[in-house]
Nanobody
Framework: QVQLVESGGGLVQAGGSLRLSCEVS????????MGWFRQTPGKERAFVAG????????RYADSVKGRFTLSRDNAKNTVYLQMNSLKPEDTAVYYC????????????WGQGTQVTVSS
């Protein structure tokens, strides 16, 4: 059973920074593609960023490019989402997700962590 546990959310002023972490249980972490998604009330969950199993490739939503950085530490079974220059529109519940390299949909999800950016 794969479990994902997010941490690092909170309240921050516009222009500030937060770092989200997602720790993954299990011994196959290095084989997973990892992603972050976010959701606000009444809207569908939206892709934020993704990182390949090796960490050599990343992809970002246009709305966060240049402000967010996704990285992973396979020795610690953890991915990190560094969020800088935060805007009120970044306010959402952020979810960490994992999928096997062979799949195109994410199989495992964390419980979510709230990020609130005040203006």
């Amino acid at each position: 059973q794969v479990q994902l546990v997010e941490s690092g959310g909170g309240l921050v002023q516009a222009g500030g920074s937060l770092r989200l972490s997602c720790e993954v249980s299990g011994r196959t972490f290095s084989s997973y593609v990892m992603g972050w998604f976010r959701q606000t009330p009444g809207k569908e969950r939206a892709f934020v960023a993704g990182i390949s199993s090796s960490g050599g490739s990343t992809r970002y939503a246009d709305s966060v490019k240049g402000r967010f950085t996704l990285s992973r530490d396979n020795a610690k079974n953890t991915v990190y989402l560094q969020m800088n220059s935060l805007k009120p529109e970044d306010t959402a519940v952020y979810y960490c997700a994992a999928r096997s390299v062979q799949k195109t949909t994410y199989d495992y999800w964390g419980q979510g962590t709230q990020v609130t950016v005040s203006s």
